[in-house]
């Protein structure tokens, strides 16, 4: 009789602790570590650089700072930047009666990567998307149809991007980047120019060590701006 007493016993404290065992994991299971609970606050809580790229599609140095400086450090500290991508650089808009042309520094080719670049800034609304397209294509931009279609092959905006860059709609996007551009002061001088928080200060540094200068702009920097 006290075996089977015992044998109860022992059953009865094995069955309590599988069931706490089972509570604990369905707990952890529906909370999130800590860690992750303080990097989703802390996500919240960020008050992000404006970085606004004032390039030319066909210009080496702004192909050098998109895909050496812009896209590295998008790379390291997504959630702390906001770029905005300006393509028109030391181009003129001529107005006429119910239209608009373009010259621009490196010529017609030029105008026409500018206007594609413009409309897919517009069309492709992921910031990650969007930028990972520019980079591609000002890689290579002498031929901006087929660079856009090898680039943005797959993406279902592609065909609006087409459309875009051959209709009013893409020049009023053109035309709208180059009031942007002339806008600033002071007046653009070389290209490309950058702005962090819309102001124009440490333009040379800011072509060195983008990721540095945005780090040095948040009060509570990652540990990626110590990399």
């Not at 998109?66 to 390291?76: A, G, M, N, V, Y």
């Not at 901006?144 to 893409?170: F, R």
Request: hydrophobic share 40%; glycine share 2%; charged share 25%.
């Amino acid at each position: 009789m006290r075996s089977y007493n015992l044998l109860i016993k022992i059953f009865m404290a094995v069955l309590v602790l599988v069931i706490f065992w089972q509570i604990s994991n369905l707990w952890k299971s529906a909370t999130p570590e800590k860690s992750e609970l303080e990097k989703l606050i802390e996500k919240q809580q960020i008050q992000p650089v404006v970085v606004t790229v004032f390039y030319e599609a066909l210009c080496p140095d702004s192909r050098s700072f998109i895909k050496h400086q812009l896209k590295p450090t998008f790379d390291k500290i997504e959630d702390y930047i906001d770029v905005n991508l300006i393509p028109y650089g030391k181009a003129e808009t001529i107005v006429t009666s119910d239209d608009y042309e373009f010259k621009c520094q490196h010529g017609e080719t030029e105008c026409e990567a500018n206007m594609i670049h413009a409309c897919a800034i517009h069309k492709v609304l992921n910031s990650r998307r969007r930028l990972e397209l520019v980079e591609c294509m000002i890689s290579n931009n002498m031929h901006p149809q087929a660079i856009l279609e090898t680039c943005a092959k797959g993406m279902d905006e592609l065909k609006d991007i087409v459309q875009c860059s051959k209709s009013m709609e893409g020049r009023k996007m053109l035309k709208r980047f180059g009031d942007l551009t002339k806008s600033l002061d002071p007046r653009v001088s070389f290209i490309p120019t950058i702005t962090l928080d819309h102001e124009m200060d440490n333009q040379i540094l800011i072509l060195k060590n983008l990721l540095h200068q945005v780090c040095q702009r948040l009060d509570s920097p990652p540990s990626e701006c110590k990399s």
